[in-house]
């Protein structure tokens, strides 16, 4: 069981209360783009064996929603951080960068 | 006007190790905005009769209270028959500001768990930490109750109060009846 934060609350609780809305990050290719950027936005998803980052909102709390970066091997949260952001903070690159000397950041979305 | 009626009646369960109550028809404003600004804050304090709630937090004078819902929501709480115009005034106030004040008295029910081991109750049922040093009177906690959304805070000690949705009332009743049930009692935050 993954116990989250939430940082526009600041309530931390076990994950039930929470949802989680898959890879976060993602580039949106609408009206005009290829057809291969379009379903690649609609369809292709990372499924990372370590380090990944998703979209999570806090549904049965305050409702809004935020950022989590964990490991899907050992299910260790690096850490949660605003919506408002189309790349991860530098903080929490720098934890996981500490946590997982092997993880390469330039694999972090960007 | 007809007479407001709640979801249940007013239903009471004194059969277990704590009491569970449903509270008679109670005023709720929802007010959404930016709790940063100003002239929100003033209009809030001014229709609640109660200072700004900081996050996670509800601030309560005598029978109105008003709690930090998120970044955006407050949660205003007065008797049934001053809502229109305590909203009316919280509107005219607002005139010009981008936010939304809701009349929602009619959409939630509310219940009050009380007994020593009330922190039990809600523990079994809700991902909360009841310790006492951990869930102090003046928090304001959204959750789950089992499997209904739910507010709670504790206006009082061996006291919780919960509101939820008005459609879950039975829902909610039962399930807090269960978690009460007599002699279940764990004696978990018994210091
Ligand atoms: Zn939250």
Redesign the interface.
């Given at each position: 069981m993954l116990t989250i934060h939430c940082p526009?609350?600041?309530?931390t609780?076990?994950e039930?209360?929470f949802h989680a809305h898959g890879e976060a990050h993602l580039k949106r290719f609408g009206p005009g783009s290829s057809e291969d950027d379009f379903e690649s936005y609609l369809f292709m998803r990372k499924n990372p064996k370590g380090v990944h980052f998703e979209r999570w909102r806090h549904q049965?709390?305050?409702?809004?929603w935020f950022h989590v970066a964990r490991c899907t091997t050992t299910l260790e949260i690096f850490g949660s951080y605003s919506a408002q952001t189309t790349e991860p903070p530098k903080e929490i690159i720098n934890h996981i960068e500490n946590r997982r000397p092997d993880w390469n950041a330039t694999e972090a979305p960007k | 006007m007809s007479d407001p009626v709640t979801a249940l009646k007013g239903l009471k369960n004194t059969g277990g190790f704590a009491s569970i109550s449903e509270v008679g028809p109670t005023g709720m404003i929802t007010l959404r905005g930016d709790l940063s600004a100003k002239p929100v804050i003033k209009a809030a304090v001014a229709a609640s009769g109660v200072t700004m709630p900081e996050?996670?937090r509800i601030g309560s004078e005598g029978n109105h209270a008003m709690a930090w819902?998120?970044?955006d929501?407050l949660l205003i709480l007065c008797a049934y028959g001053d809502v229109h115009d305590r909203l009316a005034a919280l509107n005219k106030k607002l005139s010009g500001q981008h936010t939304l004040a809701v009349n929602v008295s009619d959409a939630r029910a509310m219940f009050r768990v009380r007994g020593a081991h009330a922190r039990e109750v809600i523990a079994k049922v809700a991902?909360?930490d009841m310790h006492p040093d951990a869930f102090t009177p003046g928090m304001f906690?959204?959750?789950?109750f089992a499997q209904v959304?739910?507010a709670f805070w504790m206006p009082e000690p061996d006291v919780v109060q919960v509101i939820c949705f008005r459609s879950v009332a039975r829902y909610m009743y039962d399930l807090l009846g269960m978690a009460a049930q007599s002699r279940s009692e764990v004696g978990y935050f018994r210091r």
């Open positions: 526009n609350c600041g309530v609780a076990e039930t209360e049965y709390g305050c409702g809004k | 996050q996670g819902m998120s970044p929501e991902p909360v906690r959204r959750t789950r959304p739910a």
